[in-house]
Every structure is written in structure tokens, then in C-alpha cells.
């Protein structure tokens, strides 16, 4: 795993990679956007707003998988002072704030025409938008600071605390009384969805997992780079 | 002809869902071009400023270093 995480190598072999993963991502979302739009059967009660799960369920998960991913690399940079830790917490959070901040407009848009209202502060969408203000803080303090060592350590902390909203985001649908529809893909005894929709829905998902890793490779070696000049520019100022 | 417009329409949920599609859309390609172009902007700059140091260190005023 270290071998890997070397800057440099990481340079190397994601630049093989990135052509891979833009390609997957864009053959995924063309199979992903045709059965979502035309091919797949509009819901028996919803008829075809349910499309609008195609795009909001996906963002919605990639939203949790992201501060996750992004409060792990967060942790192992605090503990490990790993640098491409930091990098890939760093990068993450813009990509996860795009996530929550889709998921939340989307879900707006769904919700007028299913529950008759674009917002309600019930738990699901309430702990979302707090999901949203997270990553916010979180880009915020990480750029606060001149020393790009501290900003990381200090949005880190800021990163591990916010972790406990993920519980409460994912269970908030089964703890409080809320409009938001429980669980229907992961749960005990298996999907209560129809494969028709199952399908396009998990390719979705495939195609927001690649756009991910592809936007984050990207930005890890963006910020890299920045890391390269920054020592060229101290070089150059103290000899 | 009629089967695009029942498309568009989505059984009067149009409004909705393609608004829906094309928010996804707009921000995952926005960032996307946001995080290249910073990229190649820096690539940029890096070579840019290691070329300077090439030059400086060959150049006999700095050969002292």
C-alpha cells in the first residue's frame, strides 16, 4: 500500500490510470443515462418522476461513500502524517460537497411533486444539509491557514467529528418519523426493488463510483503539482 | 414525432426530472473542467519554473552554489 502512496509513484501509475477512468465513467453513464431515461418502466404510484432516483440516489451515496473516504485519508494523515493522505482528503471534499449539494437539489425536485413540498426539516434532509455545511467547513478551515501542514491537521479534526452525522444520516429514516422513504437497495432481505429499475440504478451508481476516482486523481496529482512549485519556489528564494 | 414529445413531457413530470438531469449534469461537468484546468495550469507553471532553475543553475553566477 505505501509503495503506492509515494507522490511520485502516485504520479506515474494514476497517469496510466486516468485514461481508464474516463472512459468508464463515460461508457457508464451513456448505458446508465439510456436505461434510466428511456429503457427503464415508470413506477406504478410515481410514474416518471421515479427517474429523478436515477441521479439523486447515486449523488446521495456518493455523498456518505465521499466524507467517509474523505475522514479516513483525514485520519491516517493526522496519524501517519502521510502527505498523500492530506492530498486525498484535501481533493475529496469538493467532489463530496458537489455529491451532497446534487443529492439535496435533486431530492428538492422530487419532492415537490411526490410529497407536495420542495424542503422539510425532518431528519433525513435536515442531517444532509448538515452533511453539506461539513464539507463546507471543512474546505474552509482546510485553506485557512498559511502553513498547508496545520490547515490539514486542523480540518482533519474537524473532518472526525463530523463523522458522526454518517450513522444519523443513514438511520435517521428509521429513527425519527420522517417524509423521506427508508432504505429500499441495502437492507435486511435483500433489495425491495423491481430489477428493471435495480439495474439502472446500480450502473448509475458505477458511473458516479468512476466519476469519482477519475475527479480525485485528477485533483490529487493538481495538488501535487502545487506541493512541487511551492518547494521550486522556496528553492529559488533561499538557494 | 408525438413519441419525442411524450418523452420530453415524462407524463407532466418534465419539469422535474429534466431539471433533476440537468443540474447533475452542469456540476459533475463543471468540476470536472475546474479540476483539469487547474491541473494544466500547474503543469504549466511547474515546467515553467523548472526550466528558470535549469538555466539559473547553468549560468556561471550561480555555479558557486
Same mark, same amino acid.
Given at each position: 500500500m505505501t509503495r503506492f502512496a509515494n507522490p511520485n509513484r502516485f504520479l506515474r501509475w494514476s497517469g496510466r490510470l486516468l485514461p481508464w477512468l474516463a472512459a468508464a465513467t463515460i461508457l457508464l453513464f451513456g448505458v446508465g443515462l439510456y436505461l434510466a431515461l428511456i429503457a427503464s418502466p415508470p413506477d406504478y404510484q410515481q410514474g416518471e418522476s421515479v427517474r429523478i432516483m436515477y441521479v439523486h440516489v447515486p449523488a446521495a451515496w456518493m455523498a456518505l461513500f465521499c466524507y467517509v473516504a474523505m475522514a479516513g485519508a483525514a485520519a491516517v494523515g493526522l496519524i501517519w502524517r502521510h502527505p498523500l493522505a492530506d492530498i486525498v482528503a484535501k481533493a475529496s471534499a469538493p467532489i463530496g460537497a458537489a455529491f451532497t449539494l446534487l443529492a439535496l437539489v435533486t431530492g428538492a425536485l422530487w419532492g415537490?411533486?411526490? =410529497?407536495?413540498? =420542495? =424542503?422539510?426539516?425532518?431528519a433525513r434532509l435536515t442531517s444532509v444539509l448538515v452533511l453539506f455545511f461539513l464539507y463546507l467547513g471543512y474546505i474552509a478551515l482546510n485553506s485557512a491557514f498559511d502553513d498547508p501542514g496545520r490547515g490539514a491537521r486542523a480540518s482533519a479534526i474537524l473532518a472526525l467529528v463530523g463523522l458522526v452525522n454518517v450513522p444519523i444520516i443513514k438511520f435517521s429514516v428509521d429513527w425519527w418519523y420522517t417524509l423521506h422513504q427508508p432504505?429500499?437497495?441495502?437492507r435486511a432481505g435483500g433489495p425491495a426493488i423491481h430489477p428493471s429499475m435495480l439495474w439502472p440504478l446500480l450502473l448509475m451508481a458505477a458511473a458516479f463510483t468512476c466519476y469519482y476516482l477519475w475527479v480525485l486523481a485528477v485533483r490529487v496529482r493538481g495538488e501535487i503539482v502545487a506541493h512541487k512549485i511551492r518547494a521550486l519556489r522556496l528553492r529559488q528564494a533561499y538557494g | 414525432m408525438e413519441s419525442l414529445v411524450t418523452f420530453v413531457e415524462m407524463g407532466g413530470y418534465g419539469r422535474f426530472v429534466w431539471p433533476a438531469f440537468a443540474v447533475t449534469a452542469l456540476v459533475l461537468a463543471g468540476l470536472l473542467v475546474q479540476s483539469l484546468r487547474t491541473l494544466k495550469g500547474r503543469e504549466a507553471q511547474l515546467s515553467l519554473l523548472q526550466g528558470s532553475l535549469d538555466r539559473a543553475r547553468r549560468r556561471p553566477a550561480g555555479a558557486g552554489r
Open positions: 415537490k411533486p411526490m =410529497w407536495g413540498t =420542495w =424542503w422539510v426539516w425532518d432504505a429500499s437497495v441495502i | -
